[in-house]
């Protein structure tokens, strides 16, 4: 008789009644099997897939909610739609949002006005703004490294060329579209410490906290009940 070969357990159908895989035959290896395998899984509007992301687009909070009543079989786990949508977000050609840290809006006025060039028109208001609260030291820290870079740049072109604030500026918006979708999945076990001290009193565990953030982040809002 025929055995299941993730758990050992004798089939007497086309489905295994212990852990539920299909029964596997020859046929399964075929590449025609595997493509209307693919096809299935990816036109289902039945699926694990879709159902989890109509539901992160238009019931948020449901899946935070069915998580945490234990009710986890018809969901994608969220670890894996955090990861999924966090593959595709970093793929897309998306510019800004809202971890992106663009340089006017972090540095002290005195370093903005110094970095502006032909590309940018700032206000009056902008150019007024005293930066970040972090801005007192980091503006020493681009003072200190545009003048190497400068130094660097000048001895290198024997005084043809140099390195200035705008330059700074336009390296360090280049990487600010990088650095905010890498944001994206470092804010997780923070996002996840603030909701254990909110919800000191229902007593989850971390991992029960971590999972809302990836269930919620990419759908803009959420809705507790």
């Not at 899946?63 to 949508?85: H, K």
């Not at 000191?200 to 759908?219: D, G, L, M, N």
Request: glycine residues 6%.
């Amino acid at each position: 008789m025929d055995s299941c070969a993730n758990c050992g357990a004798v089939l007497v159908g086309e489905f295994c009644h212990r852990c539920g895989p299909k029964r596997f035959v020859e046929r399964d290896r075929r590449l025609g099997h595997l493509l209307r395998e693919f096809a299935s899984s990816a036109t289902d509007l039945d699926s694990r897939v879709w159902r989890t992301l109509r539901a992160l687009l238009f019931q948020p909070g449901l899946l935070s909610r069915e998580y945490l009543r234990g009710r986890r079989a018809d969901w994608l786990s969220p670890a894996s739609l955090f990861l999924a949508v966090s593959l595709v977000y970093f793929l897309a050609p998306i510019h800004g949002g809202d971890l992106t840290l663009q340089f006017n809006s972090q540095v002290s006025a005195r370093i903005r006005a110094l970095a502006i060039g032909p590309d940018v028109n700032l206000s009056e208001e902008q150019l007024r703004f005293p930066g970040q609260s972090h801005s007192r030291i980091t503006s020493n820290w681009i003072d200190e490294r545009v003048r190497k870079r400068d130094a660097a740049a000048r001895e290198a072109s024997h005084g043809a060329g140099g390195y200035t604030y705008r330059d700074y500026r336009l390296a360090y918006d280049a990487m600010a579209d990088n650095v905010s979708k890498a944001l994206v999945i470092l804010h997780v076990p923070f996002a996840a410490l603030a909701l254990m001290a909110l919800f000191a009193r229902q007593r989850r565990y971390f991992a029960e906290h971590s999972s809302w953030p990836c269930t919620t982040s990419h759908s803009g809002w959420s809705r507790w009940r």
